[in-house]
C-alpha cells in the first residue's frame, strides 16, 4: 500500500483501462498500483468530471467507454504513449511563460533526454528572432521536447528539420490533410501556417559540446475562424480544425508527433545528417523550383528554391547563376509574391 497522502498516478490507472478490452476489477488497480479502493475510486470520479465515460458494473469493475473528443492533459497523453524515451518524462502545465524556457530549466535540473512539457497556454510564447507566437488556451497545443544529444553542436540546426517531417507526418496521419513544410520549419496547409517551431541550444562554455537542445512546438489545432488570429496574421495562419473542418484530439496529435520524431531522431543519429529523410522531407517542400525571397539578414535576394542538401541547407540558385546554399539559423524564405 502507498504511503498515506501519496497520489495515485491518474495516468497509470488510465493507461490501464485504455489497454484493456474487457473491465478491469477495483481490486486489480488496488493490487497493481498498491493503493486503496477509495483512492482508486477517487481517481475514476475525477476522470469523469474530466469527461472521460467510465461504466462501471458490480463484481466487473470498470471499463472506458469513451474519452473526450478533445483533451490536454498529462494523462490523457501518457496513457496513449508507446515512444521508448520521446515524452516518457512528461509535464503538462495549464498555462506557462515558455514550454522552451521550462524545459530549458528541466535540462539544467538533469532531466534526462526526451523530457517533455506541454502547455495549455502560454503568455510568452517565442518565434524565431524574438519573434511572437500567438498561444491562445483550450484550443492549441504547445509543447517542448529536451534533447542531450553526444554530437557536435554544428549538427543541431538539423533537428528543426527532423522535428519539422515528424510534425508533418502526424499531422497527415491524424488529419487526413496534405501537408506542406515551409524551408526549415514552418508547417503548412494551403499555403497559411499552422505551426511554428524554435530550436534553442546550450553549449559547454569551449563550445565544442551540446549541453542540451530544446526544440519548441506550437500547433493551431482547434481555432475555429479566422477571426481568433490577430490582425496581422489573419492572412497566413490557420488552424487543423478550420482546414479540416473537425475538431481534433489535441493529446492524439503530440502522441503521433512524439511517436514520428523518436523514429527520425534515431534514424537522423545513423548518419548525423539528413539522408535518411531528405526523401520523406523534400516530397513536403513547398516552393521546390519556384521563385523564393531569402530574407538573409546580410542582404535580401531573389532565386529559385532547388530543395535541401544532406545537411538541411536550402539550395537556392540566384538570378545570376551562382548557388547558395542557405543555412537555417538566421534566414526566413518567403514566397515571391506573399507567405508561401
Ligand atoms: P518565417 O520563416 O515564416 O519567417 P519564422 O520561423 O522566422 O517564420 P517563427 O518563429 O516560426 O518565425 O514564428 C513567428 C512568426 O509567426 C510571428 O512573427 C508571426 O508572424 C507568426 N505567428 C505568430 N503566432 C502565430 C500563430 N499562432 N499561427 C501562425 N502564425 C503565427
New binding site residues.
Partial sequence: MKAAGMKTDKSDILTLLRNSADYVSGQQLCDQFGVSRTAVWKVINQLKEEGYQIESVPRKGYRLVESPADILSKSEIASRLHTKWAGRKLYYVDSTGSTNTDAKRYAEEGEPHGTTVVADMQTA?????G?????PSGI?AYFTILLKPSFAPDKASMLTLVMALAVAEAIEEVTALPVGI?W???IVINK???V???TEMSTTPEMDEIQYVVVGV?I?VNMGSAEE?PE??RQ???SLKLESGRQINRAVLIEHILTRFEHNYERFEQTLDLSGLMDAYQRRLVNVGAQVRV?DPAGEYVGISRGINQTGELIVEREDGSVSNVYAGEV???GIYG?V
Fill in positions: 510564447g517565442k518565434g524565431r528572432r519573434r511572437k507566437w500567438e498561444s492549441n515551409k526549415p520549419n514552418d497559411k501556417k499552422v511554428g517551431m524554435l506550437g493551431n488570429f496581422e496574421i497566413t495562419a490557420t530574407l526566413s524564405v518567403r507567405y
